[in-house]
């Protein structure tokens, strides 16, 4: 006891010998990256989200973390879909893990709160510019529930992250089925409560087109079929979709015109044998999406006026959409997307990937069961690294893009 007790001591000497160098040095003291992680062994003990794990791991997640993944699992089914997201339900038929249970995620934000307390400054806290609560789902469909049947939506959730790691937490959305009535009220409320930017404008929100939903890949299955009716039928299930999805997140433009981007991806025009999932077609995509939720203003602001209450102010929204729709970023060729494309593409899968430039970036993605994995975006490689969760013996779906080391 007297021994841990010295240790623990020599710890905290250690601590306040080099914050004051760093600041001698103007050199940020309150991130972990400048500490020797086996200078500050010891610090972690009797937490119990980190039992058996050493200060150099603790390290590792504190630094990199960037992925606080809530949920696995997206029923959108994206073809390019780099992390290769399949439903819960296929999951779960597969009696795998897919949420994190609300008591570990307590168990996790109390951890690295007692350790930052011992630090003196927040052990997640590092230089990164953002966080995500999710890996291979789309975050209209990230919440939980405690054990007494209490939701905790996004917001919540995203709120203790943020307090923990000063990030600015994402928000991505691909969209939500328009007849899934829970999900769309859940959006609906959680659109009134994002409007606190006092409490939430750590949040940012990103919209995400593009030509790879599995509908309107069918419209263009059709189309080349000569099924001028079918591919009519199947584009318009997604051009409503995402009018929806932008009329019902429309209410944050007011608070910050920042919140709100587009995510737009698709293959370089001169890709002219992917014919339909072209920078060009998503051009076609987004004009029809923007009509569409013109009309969907009209209409709102003549029935109920919900979302606008006057046309001035649709017309600033339109404006404000039209103004981030500009970049169309080439998409990159891995997880489903190298599946589905590799082979139609006259171009080396590498050369593509190039387009995914991340600076050899490095982070880690803490899965729902606390296992810890690296990813440069590109490829995932498992650690041996692992949260005291409850559920650390659960297994979870595969994570990808798969590193072939
Ligand atoms: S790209 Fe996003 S929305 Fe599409 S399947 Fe993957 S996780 Fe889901």
Known sequence: MIEKLNNYNKVITYIERTKTRLQKKHLPFNDIHYYDAKRLEGIQQGIPLFENLSMAQIVQIAKDAIEFVIRRGCSNMCTHCYANAKPEIHHKQRNKLTTISYEDFKKFCNGF???????????????????????????????????????????DLAKEINKLTNSYVL????GWNIQDKVTQKRMEELVQKAKNVKKYGFLRFNISINPFSPFYEKSLMYRFEGNKEKAEKFRNIYTDRMANVI????????????????????????????????????????????????????????????????????????????????????????GRAAENFKNKVNIEPEKIMQNHNTDDYIASIIDVNGKVYFTDFKSTTKTDIQLNYKNKNAETPQIFPLSED
Request: net charge neutral; proline share 2%; hydrophobic share 35%.
């Open 247 to 334: 009329y019902t997140m429309s209410p944050i433009f007011d608070y910050d015109y920042y919140r709100i981007n587009f995510i737009l991806r698709a293959f370089p025009d001169n890709y002219k044998e992917v014919k339909g999932y072209n920078a060009d077609a998503l051009r076609y995509l987004i004009s029809e999406i923007i009509n569409k939720v013109e009309k969907l203003y009209i209409k709102d602001y003549q029935t109920g006026q919900k979302v606008v209450c006057s046309m001035e102010q649709a017309q600033g929204y339109i404006k404000d959409i039209e103004s981030k729709i500009v970049f169309i970023q080439p998409i990159g060729l891995s």
């Open 171 to 174: 928000f991505d959305t691909s």
């Open 113 to 155: 709160k007692e350790l930052s307390n011992r630090l003196g400054f927040k052990a997640l806290g590092s230089d990164r510019k953002y966080v995500t609560l999710f890996h291979d789902g789309d975050s209209s469909l990230v919440y939980l529930q405690d054990k007494k049947g209490k939701t905790h939506d996004y917001l």
